[in-house]
């Protein structure tokens, strides 16, 4: 069973900080995927990341996926309250089930 | 465009009932796939249905089951209830089957067993 594993599982900032979370596996994704999801709602997809090393911007996030697809980070420059939520990455493997990591709860305090 | 769609958004059962949750995808989307969300476990993946086949099934138990029509909606059910199956139960659709491809997600049902 593929495992991904993110951190922090809390995180509460100050709005105008920056901040990283990172999600971990043991086996190679063959993709991987960032969503974010606000209460009451379901996941709404934030990014795909397929080539080692790869990094993609979205206004203020940059995405990076690791050089050996194991793992991948979402880092945010001054962050703002509408940041709010819980992010989730998702990693498709060799048997194609997209499996989410445990979630990083983010809080940006206005 | 219309979003995924799934009803009801709030259903209260007992022990031992039974259940069926409705998702209807993105028009033109052929894949969905089925969620369990819950705080101790995060999201679980249940089964993923194209062309009305199932195509991938997650680690859970015969109780839980679906099915998709000819028109890509899909059904979930879930037999003899138990206390530790609350949780939102998320229908994500796609264009194709996995492969790299965005799930968008409806705002799911949320599930209450009493």
């Known amino acids: 069973t593929q495992l991904l594993e993110q951190s922090p599982q809390f995180l509460s900032i100050q709005e105008g900080e920056n901040l990283t979370v990172y999600c971990n596996s043991s086996?190679?994704?063959?993709?991987l995927q960032w969503y974010r999801q606000e209460p009451g709602e379901g996941p709404v997809l934030l990014v795909t990341?397929?080539?080692?090393?790869e990094v993609k911007k979205l206004k203020r996030l940059t995405f990076q996926f690791g050089d050996a697809r194991k793992d991948s980070s979402l880092h945010i420059t001054a962050a703002q309250p509408g940041d709010t939520g819980l992010y989730l990455c998702?990693?498709?493997?060799?048997?194609?089930?997209?499996?989410f990591g445990t979630g990083t709860r983010l809080t940006i305090i206005p | 465009k219309a979003g995924v769609t799934q009803t009801p958004r709030y259903l209260i059962k007992t022990r031992g009932q039974q259940v069926t949750l409705s998702c209807s995808p993105i028009?033109?989307?052929?894949?969905v796939s089925w969620y369990q969300q819950t705080p101790g476990q995060g999201l679980q993946f249940l089964f993923e249905?194209?062309?009305?086949?199932?195509?991938n099934k997650g680690n859970f138990p015969g109780r839980f089951s679906g099915r998709q029509f000819s028109n890509s909606r899909s059904e979930m059910n879930v037999s003899t209830l138990e206390l530790g199956d609350s949780a939102l139960y998320l229908c994500?659709?796609?264009?194709?089957?996995?492969?790299?491809?965005?799930?968008?997600f409806g705002d799911g049902t949320r599930l209450s067993i009493l």
């Open positions: 994500a659709s796609s264009l194709w089957t996995f492969s790299n491809q965005p799930q968008h």
């Open positions: 990341v397929v080539t080692g090393g």
């Open positions: 249905y194209f062309s009305e086949t199932q195509r």
């Open positions: 086996s190679v994704f063959s993709s």
């Open positions: 028009s033109g989307h052929r894949s």
């Open positions: 998702a990693g498709i493997f060799g048997n194609e089930k997209l499996t």
